[in-house]
């Protein structure tokens, strides 16, 4: 088994922290390899982390350091080769929208028999 650790920093922007804007964070595995001529490629495991993150007015910044134990083996990202793998973290924030607030409006009833309190009943005697 081989511990996987992503190390980064969170810094909030000035409208962030006001709001406490909460982010979902995503910490996944890629294989790179782009200076070989090849691409970049989602290793095909579950992420280190898949979260959410919420963003406050006490700290302007705060260190993250999710980690994760794989089978040596998953981070095989060349296989069949023998050379190095070449492995990055991928950190991905996803704004969460803020909770709705609903309130419900006062009942009004419509289609049923209209009463006029104004209307005296015709079928007593008037005095």
Known sequence: MTLVRASYTITNTLRD??????YREEVRLVGDDRGEGGTVDLLPIDAIWDGVVGV?????????SPEKLYPSSV?????????????RAVVTLTPIPPTPVTKESNLVLRG???IDPGMQDKTQPQK
């Not at 922290?17 to 909460?22: C, G, M, Y």
């Not at 981070?75 to 492995?87: S, W």
């Open 75 to 87: 981070l095989d990202e060349d296989p069949n080769l023998i050379e190095e793998d070449e492995i």
């Open 56 to 64: 406050t007015t006490s700290q302007v910044q705060f260190v993250r």
């Open 112 to 114: 049923g028999p209209i």
């Open 17 to 22: 922290a006001p709001h406490e804007q909460a």
